[in-house]
């Protein structure tokens, strides 16, 4: 007994220090974390809350605070059956392309374009009753235990990627023992780890593990281990129910180049990132950045009475409520390319905004442009065209992009109001009264299903101004927008933001009630600058590019692929080298264009034809896996890449 007791020991001391290599030459941060760690645990300056037994042939995890088992059952008859469980079906996975309301049809939208051909004819042929993946590309472990479950499942289903997941760096280290990390990184598989981490930094891991091979993202596997990590659970949730490839089709930013060019031709001005950074024009001012949030209203009567003393910047939203309280924001920012915003910034005073600045994402509507034609107007491009002009940023909300274009201009001292990220607790409504926009939420606590993607689920977080609030996975998209900016902010700019709101708690935003701020407010002092002159003084009319030659590389990559649409397939494997070829050939060619933006069009089409072509091809279903089916893929696949590049011709010619 004591031999075999001294054979594991060396055994598992063996799987330990193999995995330590591992980790220093593949993940240095980790490593470092658990080397100092093990260090503590050695010199005795740190009590282990978990130790490694081995009781009957198996191992587990003592608590030795409180003397419980982490498994209390045999570990692996435990990770037997758990693999047992795991299949190549959609069971236990996040399921991302877009269905019916049947679950037995794909369905686009007007900005899939060219990709609508592909999902009409995968409709016809695929039997959505019977879906099973002939490989796992994407898997996600939400724990790791001692680890025999992971090494279990892997070995039975053997992911391309793998996403481990681990909220304590004592279980991780002990997990080190018992199983080889190395496995999950052998044979061109890719392993991501977060340990012990952040939530914005389990965020940014997950979203390398999206990017990385994201023509795979039509399903991710995951394996919850203990109930207690349910909220890993929830996160990975909302993370894929806003980062999804259909959820940013290629048509949008073939519409926004159409747009910039053309604002470009009109000669209108354009903000210069270099030059803002430069001069930094709201530096030492105190700004006041106003959101839709309900709880503008709390505040509404305060900010007429103080404006004077802040440089306010509003979204586009709220401005005919604030012409409603006589209050005049210095700035309005707008960034949504719907028609819909003519009707936000119409006044019932036409002099209402004449002091004002109105600063656009170069992606507006025909509509809104009429509306302000007379208005004092500025460009920030929606896509990083003209690189002599920078590049502000992408978010997907009017209240982040508000926040990040003050920072971006100088701004070190903000106050934000109304970005609640939450719904009114009583009503609930999403927006302050008399907003140009109107949504009431259900405001019942309602979890969804494990396998469900859905953004309606009501949820209770912690509050900025209360304990907690009540929101949903739609709204809470919010505060990841702005704690995913403010990390990106922090690390260009030193500044103070101070949130009044009434709503969920913003991490790297510092709480502030109401009347904190009123004691304050003897103390600020007036503005006394011309918003105007100095916007002009960091913006400029620029000179559109001759994309002559983009032209003649784009007429060649149509040539190519009409070439590679008639190509005679073989097999599957045939394909796909062949499609691989085209794209690398591509990509060689793109570099050579006068602009990125132009190579991504292409790549952006890939993205999002191929993530339901791979689907189709990693299906085990006699019909969709034969020449046929693969022949008549390769024809819509090739006819779709030659219409977004004559449109992409249209556009810069």
Same mark, same amino acid.
């Given at each position: ?18 995995? $330590? ?12 974390? @658990?080397? +100092? ?7 005795? +300056? ?16 003592? !608590? ?54 592909? $999902?009409?004819?995968?409709?016809? *042929? ?31 289903? !053997? ?5 481990? =997941?681990? #909220? ?26 977060? @340990? ?17 091979? !994201? ?35 290629? *048509? $949008? ?6 747009? +910039? ?16 950074? !430069? ?7 105190? =700004? ?7 709880? %503008? ?14 440089? /306010?910047?509003?979204?586009?939203? =709220? ?31 036409? *002099?209402? %905004? ?32 003209? #690189? ?6 992408? &978010? ?61 689920? =009501? ?71 011309? /918003? ?25 990559? /149509? ?69 046929? +089916? ?10 779709? &890449? /030659? ?11």
């Amino acid at each position: 007994m004591e031999k075999e007791l001294s054979d594991i020991s060396n055994t598992l001391l063996t799987i330990y220090n193999n995995n $330590l290599k591992f980790l220093e030459e593949n993940f240095e941060d980790i490593f470092n974390r @658990v080397n +100092t760690l093990s260090n503590k645990i050695n010199d005795g +300056t740190y009590k282990e809350n978990y130790s490694l037994e081995y009781i009957d042939g198996y191992f587990d995890i003592l !608590n030795n605070n409180d003397n419980t088992w982490f498994y209390a059952t045999n570990s692996y008859e435990d990770a037997d059956s758990r693999a047992k469980n795991s299949n190549f079906t959609k069971d236990g996975s996040l399921d991302l392309l877009r269905k019916g309301q049947d679950g037995k049809s794909f369905i686009g939208a007007n900005s899939f374009g060219d990709v609508m051909p592909i $999902l009409n004819y995968m409709n016809e *042929n695929i039997d959505f009753n019977n879906i099973e993946f002939q490989k796992i590309y994407k898997f996600v472990f939400m724990g790791v235990g001692i680890g025999i479950h992971l090494h279990e499942i892997n070995k039975k289903l !053997n992911p391309f990627t793998t996403l481990i =997941i681990e #909220p304590e760096l004592e279980i991780f280290r002990l997990s080190l023992f018992t199983i080889d990390y190395s496995e999950f990184q052998i044979n061109n598989k890719k392993l991501f780890l977060s @340990v012990e981490d952040s939530k914005i930094d389990r965020t940014r891991m997950t979203h390398e593990f999206y990017m990385y091979h !994201n023509y795979m993202n039509y399903n991710i596997k995951h394996h919850l281990l203990i109930q207690n990590y349910n909220y890993l659970q929830d996160e990975l949730i909302d993370f894929f129910s806003t980062n999804d490839v259909t959820s940013f089709p290629y *048509n $949008l930013t073939l519409k926004n180049i159409h747009k +910039t060019i053309g604002f470009i031709k009109q000669k209108d001005r354009f903000l210069n990132m270099d030059t803002i950074q !430069n001069k930094k024009i709201l530096k030492d001012k105190n =700004i006041l950045v106003v959101s839709a949030g309900p709880s %503008l209203d709390n505040y509404i009567e305060w900010i007429e009475e103080n404006q004077n003393k802040f440089t /306010i910047i509003s979204v586009d939203v =709220i401005v005919r409520k604030l012409e409603k309280h006589n209050i005049v924001p210095d700035i309005v920012v707008s960034i949504d390319p719907s028609h819909l915003c003519a009707t936000y910034l119409t006044c019932e005073d036409k *002099n209402y %905004l004449k002091n004002s600045c109105i600063v656009f994402l170069s992606q507006q509507d025909e509509e809104v442009m009429k509306v302000v034609k007379d208005l004092n107007y500025y460009f920030a491009q929606s896509i990083p065209l003209l #690189p002599e002009l920078g590049f502000l940023g992408s &978010v997907s909300n009017v209240g982040t992009y508000s926040f990040m274009l003050a920072c971006h201009l100088g701004a070190n001292k903000l106050y934000t109001i109304g970005n609640d990220a939450a719904f009114n607790q009583e009503t609930g409504s999403r927006y302050s009264k008399d907003s140009s926009c109107e949504i009431t939420e259900n405001t019942e606590l309602v979890k969804a299903e494990d396998n469900v993607v859905s953004s309606f689920d =009501i949820l209770e977080v912690e509050g900025n101004l209360r304990d907690n609030v009540k929101t949903n996975r739609t709204l809470l998209t919010f505060k990841d927008s702005f704690e995913a900016i403010i990390v990106s902010l922090k690390t260009h700019y030193d500044f103070e933001v101070y949130n009044l709101s009434d709503g969920v708690k913003l991490e790297g935003f510092e709480s502030m009630k109401y009347d904190e701020i009123d004691k304050i407010k003897d103390d600020l002092s007036s503005k006394n600058y011309d /918003i105007q002159e100095l916007l002009n003084s960091v913006s400029e009319v620029v000179k559109l590019p001759d994309y002559k030659s983009d032209i003649q590389i784009l007429n060649s990559i /149509i040539s190519k692929v009409k070439k590679h649409k008639s190509i005679n397939i073989k097999s599957r494997d045939h394909y796909l080298a062949q499609k691989l070829d085209i794209m690398i050939w591509f990509l060689e060619k793109s570099k050579k264009m006068s602009s990125s933006v132009f190579g991504n069009i292409f790549l952006l089409y890939i993205e999002l034809a191929d993530i339901y072509v791979n689907f189709l091809l990693n299906l085990r279903q006699d019909n969709v896996n034969n020449i046929e +089916t693969i022949t008549t893929i390769n024809k819509l696949w090739s006819d779709g &890449v /030659i219409n977004v590049l004559k449109d992409l011709k249209k556009s810069i010619s």
